[in-house]
């Protein structure tokens, strides 16, 4: 059965901090990757693609671990606007809908 | 930008009533879903669409059926709404099937009483 892990948190962390958190999924098709940003009572926000060499927006880095099966959100100089649930999405590329969606990361900044 | 619009915000119905949600897109995406969100749940598809006319079930469809007579548009139906679809239902569009990120509108928070 297709899976996609997310450790739920929360994470509490000082503003200014970097923080970390990864998303495990167990498709080995899968084939697009993306980091949602959802705030609380709201929708889902994309927030990036993840690509196979990593990519970088701002103080913003995700990266693509092909061989253990994980994708990974950096955030730099975190902001307490940053506080939110943050949704890994995995796609398999064909049939039904081919996407899965993690159940999130809850993250606190706090001041 | 992609815009993804749902009537309504929130809606109260009772046990019973029929129920219509709708969505409207304005990209000219191929891809519409709709899904519902609970806490502890995430996310779970209900029916989505890959063409006018044409809809697809997707992990939890019991209790739903979806229309799409036009692109643009696809509506979620309740036929008989009850206390346990009480719940935040989201549409989405996306350009590519299984490939490109989905767009939201900004959900409908539907409570039956």
């Known amino acids: 059965r297709k899976e996609v892990e997310q450790d739920p948190g929360p994470f509490n962390v000082p503003e200014g901090a970097t923080v970390a958190f990864n998303c495990t999924y167990s498709?080995?098709?899968?084939?697009?990757f993306f980091w949602y940003r959802q705030d609380c009572r709201k929708e889902p926000k994309l927030l990036m693609s993840?690509?196979?060499s990593g990519n970088e927006d701002g103080r913003f880095t995700a990266q693509l671990n092909r061989a253990s099966q994980y994708i990974s959100l950096l955030i730099r100089d975190s902001k307490l606007s940053d506080s939110a649930t943050y949704l890994c999405?995995?796609?398999?590329?064909?049939?039904?809908?081919?996407?899965?969606f993690g159940k999130g990361t809850h993250l606190i900044i706090q001041p | 930008d992609v815009k993804v619009t749902q009537s309504s915000r929130y809606l109260v119905k009772r046990t019973g009533e029929k129920v219509f949600l709708e969505c409207v897109q304005d990209?000219?995406?191929?891809?519409m879903f709709w899904y519902r969100q609970d806490p502890g749940l995430g996310l779970r598809l209900i029916y989505f669409?890959?063409?006018?006319?044409?809809?697809e079930k997707g992990d939890i469809p019991e209790g739903y059926s979806v229309s799409r007579e036009k692109k643009e548009r696809f509506s979620l139906i309740l036929e008989s709404a009850s206390t346990n679809q009480t719940s935040m239902y989201l549409c989405?569009?996306?350009?590519?099937?299984?490939?490109?990120?989905?767009?939201f509108g900004n959900g409908t928070r539907l409570t039956v009483t």
């Open positions: 989405a569009s996306s350009r590519t099937r299984g490939e490109s990120p989905l767009h």
């Open positions: 498709n080995s098709a899968s084939q697009s």
């Open positions: 993840v690509y196979s």
């Open positions: 999405v995995v796609s398999s590329g064909g049939g039904a809908d081919g996407l899965t």
């Open positions: 990209m000219d995406h191929e891809n």
């Open positions: 669409s890959y063409d006018v006319k044409m809809k």
